[in-house]
């Protein structure tokens, strides 16, 4: 089991920095590939950046690439999202999720394969 505690939300213009933080606790968390997902209104959760458990292996979507930063500290049970240069269609909702695996270079894009979500951090970018 992982429980995830996610943070950093909040509203920025364009432009501008946020970094989410996601706290997990539970013991196979060093074993576990994270996630940051979003969510809009109306709209399917959809996949943002995911980093395997080693930190060796991460992947973002084209509309993220080189302005988000995944990282995580296995010793401290987290996984961050720097987010720069910020736009307004980067609002939503963020949730971090997790899934155990095998392999230390395993990630994973899809929702379904994540088992463990955290609660959700609002991201509001204005122009």
Not at 58 to 71: A, C, E, L, N, Q
């Amino acid at each position: 089991q992982v429980q995830l505690v996610g943070s950093g939300g909040g509203s920025v213009h364009t432009g501008g920095s946020l970094r989410l933080s996601c706290a997990a606790s539970g013991r196979t968390f060093s074993h576990s590939a994270m996630a940051w997902f979003r969510q809009t209104p109306g709209k399917e959760r959809e996949f943002v950046s995911a980093i395997s458990w080693s930190g060796s292996t991460t992947y973002y979507v084209d509309f993220v690439k080189g302005r988000f930063t995944i990282s995580r500290d296995n010793a401290k049970n987290t996984v961050d999202l720097q987010m720069n240069s910020l736009k307004p269609e980067d609002t939503a909702v963020y949730f971090c999720a997790a899934v155990v695996t095998s392999g230390s270079n395993t990630i994973y894009t899809a929702t379904r394969r994540y088992d463990f979500w955290g609660q959700g951090t609002q991201v509001t970018v204005s122009s």
